[in-house]
């Protein structure tokens, strides 16, 4: 398969724990995004990176979350001390840097349910 | 403002008939504009993208209609089929830094009944 692959595809947390997704972008894409999408929502850029330097943060990324991308392949996406309202699905996505439009190809999503 | 506002949020249709979702957008810094389709349990998937230098783009039965000065898209999905039964999101984007960054409307749940 060579689209963007996320793990796990569900998680069921209790509210204080941490929690950690993985994503695996396309192998020569060196732009990988996380986005954020509640129910009924479209999806909400919280964080992109070059290979591996984080380059960019929305205010939606609080300091309970952090994200890194060491060697510019795959990246994680950590949330600590979760709460009620960090449930959701974190989509990741990734583009080449080149070109016009740098076209997003999405991931499938881990939902995170926080109880 | 970076705000872009969707419409319906639901749409039912017969199938062979037309669906038609609607979007406005208020920065006018936005240059590109990407229509996704989203199956349940799968990612957005890019549908359709348009830049506001032309007025309406056709690929098969999905064609984007463009108004830059009313700072209005839309999707219009001739012959609809069941299978097009989805939800579709616009979006609106600007280079941010140096890449893009999307911005989403809420999303039009597409129902075709056979």
């Known amino acids: 398969d060579t689209g963007v692959s996320q793990d796990p595809r569900h998680k069921i947390t209790k509210r204080g724990q941490n929690v950690t997704f993985r994503c695996d972008p396309i192998?020569?894409?060196?732009?990988l995004y996380w986005y954020r999408q509640t129910l009924g929502q479209g999806p909400e850029f919280l964080t992109y990176?070059?290979?591996?330097?984080?380059?960019?943060k929305s205010r939606l990324l609080s300091d309970r979350f952090s994200a890194e991308r060491p060697k510019g392949s795959f990246s994680t996406l950590e949330i600590q001390r979760t709460e009620q309202g960090d449930s959701a699905m974190y989509l990741c996505?990734?583009?080449?840097?080149?070109?016009?439009?740098?076209?997003?190809?999405f991931g499938p999503g881990t939902r995170l349910t926080v109880l | 403002q970076q705000q872009v506002k969707q419409s319906p949020q639901s749409l039912i249709v017969q199938k062979g008939g037309i669906s038609i979702i609607n979007c406005a957008y208020e920065?006018?810094?936005?240059?590109?504009f990407p229509w996704y389709q989203q199956f349940p349990g799968k990612g957005p998937a890019l549908l359709i993208a348009?830049?506001?230098?032309?007025s309406e783009k056709k690929e098969g039965r999905f064609t984007i209609s463009f108004n830059k000065s009313a700072k209005q898209f839309s999707l219009h999905i001739m012959d609809s089929q069941p299978g097009d039964s989805a939800t579709y999101f616009c979006?609106?984007?600007?280079?941010?830094?140096?890449?893009?960054?999307?911005?989403f409307g809420s999303g039009t749940q597409l129902t075709v009944l056979p």
């Open positions: 192998s020569e894409h060196n732009r």
């Open positions: 348009i830049r506001p230098d032309v």
């Open positions: 920065n006018t810094a936005f240059d590109y």
């Open positions: 996505a990734s583009s080449l840097a080149q070109g016009r439009d740098n076209e997003q190809f």
């Open positions: 979006a609106a984007s600007t280079i941010s830094g140096s890449a893009r960054q999307l911005t």
């Open positions: 990176f070059q290979n591996e330097a984080q380059l960019e």
